[in-house]
C-alpha cells in the first residue's frame, strides 16, 4: 500500500520543482529590459541625431530590440540562449571592473542581483515573450510574406467550402467517364478540380456542360491547350465557385472574357498564348477577388496589364 503514496510524493515533489524553475525564469520585459535600459542601452541603440551629430551604437551592438540583441555586433552574436557563460553579453558585466571590456564603461555597474537577473534569464533560454522592442532596421523576414500568401489562399478555400454538398459519387464517375479528370481539391472537402489533360484535343466547348452538374463544387479548372472558345466561357460563366481558371494555349479571345465577369471568386486566371487584348481585360475589372493573372504571349499591353493592377487591389499581372 505504501507503494502508491511514495510515486504520488515523487510526482507532487518533482511537479513542485518544475514550477519553482518555471517561475524563477526572470521575465524580459519586466525583470531584464529596466536593466538594459537603465545602463546599456544609452550607447547600444539605434542610430540616433545628437546636436546635429550621428551617434552610433558602440561596437555596432544594439540592446533596444529582441532581434537586435539576438544579431549581436559587429563582431557576430553576444548572446547564447541557455549559456550564460558563453554569452558575451553576460560576461562583459561580470569583468573586473579595470578591464577594457567592463560594461558599462560609464555609470553605475550592475548589482549583484541583476547580474543573477541576467545570468538566470540567459540560462533560462533568453525568452523575450513577446518583447520586441526598436523593430527599426530589423530584416523582413523573407517567410513571413509567404507563410501569409498561405495563410490567405487556406482561409479563401476554407470559406469558399462553406455550405457546398459534397457532389455525389455517380455525378463524379459521369463527368469522368465523359473525358474530365476530378479530383478532390482536399480529402473530405467538397470542392474539385477539374482538367482534361487526358485528352486535351477533344476537350471543345460542347464538352465543358459535362461540368455542368458539378458546377457547385468545382472550384479549380485547368483547360489549358483544350479547343475550348469563346463560347465555351458561357458554361464557365455558370460556375459560382469557380476560383482557378487555367486557359493557357486556348483560342479565347476579348470575347470570351466577357462571360467571367461574373465569376465573382476568381482568383488565378492563366492566360497565357492566347489572343486576349487589352480591351478584354476590362472585363475583369470588377473582379476583386483577383490575385494573380497571367498575359505572356498575349496581345495585351504592359499599359494595359498596369491599368488591370490598378483596378484591382492586390493582384499580380504578370506580362511579357
Ligand atoms: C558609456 C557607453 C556604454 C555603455 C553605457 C555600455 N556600453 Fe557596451 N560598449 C561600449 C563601447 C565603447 C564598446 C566597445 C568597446 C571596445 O570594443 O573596446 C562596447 C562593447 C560592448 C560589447 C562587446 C561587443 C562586441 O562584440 O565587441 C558588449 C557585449 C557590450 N558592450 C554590452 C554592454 C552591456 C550589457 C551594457 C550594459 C550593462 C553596456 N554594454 C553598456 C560602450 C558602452
Same mark, same amino acid.
Given at each position: 500500500?505504501?507503494?502508491?503514496?511514495?510515486?504520488?510524493?515523487?510526482?507532487?515533489?518533482?511537479?513542485?520543482?518544475?514550477?519553482?524553475?518555471?517561475?524563477?525564469?526572470?521575465?524580459?520585459?519586466?525583470?531584464?529590459?529596466?536593466?538594459?535600459?537603465?545602463?546599456?542601452?544609452?550607447?547600444?541603440?539605434?542610430?540616433?541625431?545628437?546636436?546635429?551629430?550621428?551617434?552610433?551604437?558602440?561596437?555596432?551592438?544594439?540592446?533596444?530590440?529582441?532581434?537586435?540583441?539576438?544579431?549581436?555586433?559587429?563582431?557576430?552574436?553576444?548572446?547564447?540562449?541557455?549559456?550564460?557563460?558563453?554569452?558575451?553579453?553576460?560576461?562583459?558585466?561580470?569583468?573586473?571592473?579595470?578591464?577594457?571590456?567592463?560594461?558599462?564603461?560609464?555609470?553605475?555597474?550592475?548589482?549583484?542581483?541583476?547580474?543573477?537577473?541576467?545570468?538566470?534569464?540567459?540560462?533560462?533560454?533568453?525568452?523575450?515573450?513577446?518583447?520586441?522592442?526598436?523593430?527599426?532596421?530589423?530584416?523582413?523576414?523573407?517567410?513571413?510574406?509567404?507563410?501569409?500568401?498561405?495563410?490567405?489562399?487556406?482561409?479563401?478555400?476554407?470559406?469558399?467550402?462553406?455550405?457546398?454538398?459534397?457532389?455525389?459519387?455517380?455525378?463524379?464517375?459521369?463527368?469522368?467517364?465523359?473525358?474530365?479528370?476530378?479530383?478532390?481539391?482536399?480529402?473530405?472537402?467538397?470542392?474539385?478540380?477539374?482538367?482534361?489533360?487526358?485528352?486535351?484535343?477533344?476537350?471543345?466547348?460542347?464538352?465543358?456542360?459535362?461540368?455542368?452538374?458539378?458546377?457547385?463544387?468545382? #472550384?479549380? @479548372? /485547368? *483547360?489549358?491547350? $483544350?479547343?475550348? !472558345?469563346? &463560347? %465555351?466561357?458561357?458554361? +464557365?460563366?455558370?460556375?459560382?465557385? =469557380? #476560383?482557378? @481558371? /487555367? *486557359?493557357?494555349? $486556348?483560342?479565347? !479571345?476579348? &470575347? %470570351?472574357?466577357?462571360? +467571367?465577369?461574373?465569376?465573382?471568386? =476568381?482568383?488565378? @486566371?492563366? *492566360?497565357?498564348? $492566347?489572343?486576349?487584348?487589352? &480591351? %478584354?481585360?476590362?472585363? +475583369?475589372?470588377?473582379?476583386?477577388? =483577383?490575385?494573380?493573372?497571367? *498575359?505572356?504571349? $498575349?496581345?495585351?499591353?504592359? &499599359? %494595359?496589364?498596369?491599368? +488591370?493592377?490598378?483596378?484591382?487591389?492586390?493582384?499580380?499581372?504578370?506580362?511579357?
Amino acid at each position: 500500500m505504501s507503494r502508491p503514496v511514495f510515486h504520488l510524493t515523487i510526482f507532487a515533489l518533482s511537479l513542485a520543482s518544475q514550477v519553482t524553475t518555471l517561475s524563477a525564469a526572470p521575465q524580459f520585459e519586466k525583470e531584464i529590459w529596466p536593466i538594459l535600459s537603465k545602463k546599456c542601452v544609452d550607447c547600444h541603440r539605434a542610430t540616433q541625431v545628437v546636436d546635429g551629430r550621428k551617434k552610433e551604437p558602440k561596437a555596432g551592438l544594439r540592446l533596444d530590440g529582441a532581434w537586435a540583441i539576438m544579431k549581436g555586433s559587429e563582431n557576430g552574436p553576444v548572446l547564447k540562449p541557455k549559456d550564460s557563460a558563453g554569452s558575451y553579453l553576460y560576461e562583459v558585466t561580470t569583468l573586473p571592473k579595470d578591464d577594457d571590456m567592463f560594461m558599462p564603461p560609464k555609470g553605475d555597474p550592475l548589482t549583484d542581483p541583476e547580474k543573477a537577473l541576467l545570468k538566470a534569464w540567459i540560462d533560462a533560454g533568453a525568452d523575450f515573450g513577446g518583447w520586441e522592442g526598436n523593430t527599426e532596421g530589423k530584416p523582413a523576414d523573407p517567410n513571413a510574406k509567404e507563410a501569409a500568401r498561405v495563410r490567405d489562399h487556406e482561409t479563401f478555400y476554407t470559406a469558399l467550402a462553406q455550405g457546398v454538398t459534397p457532389a455525389k459519387d455517380d455525378v463524379i464517375a459521369k463527368a469522368k467517364t465523359s473525358g474530365a479528370q476530378i479530383f478532390l481539391l482536399k480529402p473530405d472537402a467538397p470542392l474539385l478540380r477539374a482538367d482534361f489533360l487526358t485528352g486535351v484535343s477533344s476537350c471543345n466547348d460542347a464538352k465543358l456542360e459535362i461540368l455542368l452538374p458539378l458546377k457547385d463544387q468545382i #472550384a479549380q @479548372l /485547368d *483547360l489549358g491547350r $483544350t479547343a475550348v !472558345t469563346d &463560347a %465555351g466561357m458561357k458554361t +464557365l460563366g455558370q460556375l459560382p465557385r =469557380l #476560383a482557378s @481558371l /487555367d *486557359l493557357r494555349q $486556348t483560342k479565347i !479571345t476579348d &470575347a %470570351g472574357l466577357q462571360h +467571367l465577369a461574373s465569376a465573382s471568386k =476568381l482568383r488565378t @486566371l492563366n *492566360l497565357y498564348g $492566347t489572343e486576349v487584348s487589352d &480591351a %478584354g481585360l476590362k472585363h +475583369l475589372y470588377n473582379l476583386k477577388g =483577383l490575385k494573380n493573372v497571367f *498575359l505572356w504571349q $498575349t496581345k495585351a499591353t504592359e &499599359a %494595359g496589364a498596369k491599368q +488591370l493592377a490598378a483596378a484591382i487591389p492586390g493582384l499580380s499581372v504578370s506580362v511579357k
